[in-house]
């Protein structure tokens, strides 16, 4: 199993460096990371001042060399009514996205003796190894450590781990 991860505009090293990581250390599966990619035209919306996440999956299928294709952007995604995303995938579909917009931002989720970087790279982590498991075929879990929790916010991010729980794990085996 490959998953390549595909750039969409400019993704910082420590960032590629984190997703890569993270999903070797999961997943069962070879990384590659994929040439730096420009926005997918008509991806931009003038009126949300955001890009649709949609545009992202779309382009990482097409351009992805990988049975799985994981988009990574800096750029602020939005999905259908949804005020923002962290991340988009379909169930059992080759393509997701994970954006760093948002991923940043301080959160009260008891890290405060970990710097802005490491906690950054963690969320990163975290949310490729989410958007991946969804391709996977998992659903939510109501697990608030394991990896495929439903996480709207940074608080939520951080609270839960970047392994899958045990009833995920066996889902996927
Ligand atoms: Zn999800
Ligand atoms: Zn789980």
Redesign the pocket.
Known sequence: MLVDIVPVGSVSPEAKRAASAALRSVYDCEVSINDVQSVPGGAYDSGRNQYCAESFIQLAERVGRGEKNIAITPHDLFYRRRNYVFGLAYLDGSGSVVSTYRLGTSSDGGFSNKSAADIFEDRVRKEIV?EVG?TYGLE?CDNQRCVMN?SPTVREVDIKEENLCGSCRELIE
């Open positions: 989410h969804h939510h439903f």
